[in-house]
């Protein structure tokens, strides 16, 4: 593949992984503008604004996800380029995002608040659904997936391979141990229950996959900041075999069948031991490794390894909060919250020192300065959200509650709640600005020769390693 296609294609997956924010935001903004007077008149499905949170959902967590992940994937080396395949995964994922935006203002179609995944209970959404991984996983299902290719044009340090190619594996585990739930549940099940049993596993699966790629943007930040990787690619390797492997079992278990309670206890047990060793150890060598380069005066990440600080601060905070975990009440959104957001603010700290080998960079001025900025306010936001959630748990509120269910019992429950609304907002704020700039980014794309990028990836091109 020339190299113009395969920066095409991988500017494609950047573009898609922005705009379902945006999809997003702007379902939101509708959810609000549709409960204000005189447009509530407008608005006769009375669940209509379920299926705006569930496509918002959709498009702000798995959309986005995954599709920055591709984005990453496709700058992997490979000796067997493979560019119709790539375009037709990024094609057909286009359209499955188009049809889930589309199902949500599908009248008559029932919403389904399932763990992990909610869905609208129609073929539109299944279509969407189906379509948007069915794109992500042609886009896996290449040589560059496996050990071994290191020809071609190689930008990323070779530490991180191993984790890009674990998340991969682990995504397309993910996708094995749905089918194997759809084959192994029984069709007689009500839609809440049927739905409920039929993502629970996959979507613990699918945290893994998260991990393995937030630990990746982490080698890289870290590799590029300091200009050596903090652990060899051999340990590298090592690392995330062992965060791997256990997913690989997930849909031996699943096609045992859904309703059997060894099914809930084994994806139970798999999150709660199965990421934080591997977690900690990377961000224990991470921090050795900076430290180390702030000793030596060779660390030149400046503000702009907030983004890196603040996804390992999140996920030590998420590790805690699920500890505390005790019962269905707030601490659970609270914890996958702080967790969802880690993985988040590493993509975004990755996305701005991604820029300069796809030719694109970023306006002087306004972006650069923000981009210094935005992942600490994004990730201060979602941090107190989180502790706002855990507070109002950690006084029993229910989770899942919406409007007059939401009976508010004790003065911690409304604090804790008034907080978690203070953060939200922040974290809003942070996302909104991330938005602008890559927009900004993306549509100056045509005159980046007048630009000045942020940071130099000198560090990443020499590629220093430790042996």
């Not at 290719?149 to 585990?173: F, M, Q, W, Y």
């Not at 009440?329 to 300069?356: E, K, R």
Request: hydrophobic share 50%; charged share 15%; aromatic share 10%.
């Amino acid at each position: 593949m020339e190299r113009t296609d395969r920066h095409l294609i991988t500017k494609g997956w950047l573009t898609l992984s922005v705009s379902s924010l945006i999809l997003a935001g702007i379902l939101a903004l509708l959810l609000v503008v549709a409960r204000m007077p005189p447009f509530h008149h407008l608005v006769t499905d009375p669940l209509f604004f379920k299926r705006c949170l569930i496509v918002h959902v959709e498009l702000s967590l798995f959309v986005w996800f995954f599709s920055f992940f591709a984005f990453l994937f496709t700058q992997l080396p490979t000796s067997k380029p493979a560019p119709l395949r790539e375009m037709t995964g990024l094609s057909l994922s286009c359209v499955g995002v188009a049809l889930l935006v589309i199902s949500a203002g599908l009248p008559n179609s029932k919403p389904i608040l399932s763990n992990y995944l909610p869905v609208i209970d129609h073929p539109l959404f299944n279509a969407g659904l189906l379509l948007f991984s069915l794109g992500v996983v042609i886009t896996l299902l290449q040589s560059k997936l496996l050990p071994g290719e290191k020809d071609g044009e190689n930008h990323l340090p070779e530490v991180i391979h191993p984790g890009l190619r674990s998340a991969g594996i682990t995504l397309l585990a993910a996708v094995a141990t749905i089918w194997a739930s759809w084959l192994s549940t029984p069709g007689y099940l009500e839609a809440e229950a049927y739905y409920e049993v039929l993502f629970w596993g996959a979507g613990h699966v699918l945290q893994f996959a998260n991990v393995a790629a937030m630990l990746s943007v982490w080698l890289l930040l870290t590799t590029l900041f300091t200009g050596e990787a903090p652990v060899s690619r051999k340990w590298s390797s090592r690392l995330f075999i062992l965060l791997t492997l256990p997913t690989l079992f997930a849909p031996l278990v699943a096609i045992q069948g859904t309703t059997a309670p060894f099914y809930r206890r084994f994806f139970t047990m798999l999150m709660q031991w199965g990421i934080f060793p591997v977690s900690l150890i990377f961000l224990g060598l991470t921090v050795r490794c900076i430290w180390r380069a702030k000793r030596k005066g060779s660390f030149n990440g400046g503000g702009m390894a907030t983004g890196l600080y603040t996804s390992m601060v999140l996920t030590i905070v998420g590790f805690l909060l699920g500890a505390m975990i005790r019962g269905s009440n707030t601490l659970v959104p609270a914890h996958y919250h702080a967790s969802i957001g880690a993985v988040t603010v590493a993509f975004m700290a990755a996305s701005y020192v991604l820029f300069q080998p796809l030719g694109l960079k970023m306006r002087k001025g306004f972006c650069t300065r923000w981009a210094r900025r935005q992942p600490l306010l994004f990730g201060v936001g979602q941090t107190v959200f989180a502790l706002g959630f855990a507070l109002a748990g950690a006084f029993g509120m229910g989770r899942k509650l919406y409007g007059a269910e939401q009976q508010i019992r004790h003065m911690g429950e409304k604090i804790g709640l008034i907080v978690m609304g203070l953060g939200g907002l922040l974290a809003i704020v942070g996302g909104i600005l991330f938005l602008i700039i890559i927009g900004k980014t993306l549509l100056d794309a045509r005159s980046a020769q007048k630009l000045e990028s942020p940071l130099p990836l000198r560090p990443l091109i020499e590629k220093r390693r430790i042996s």
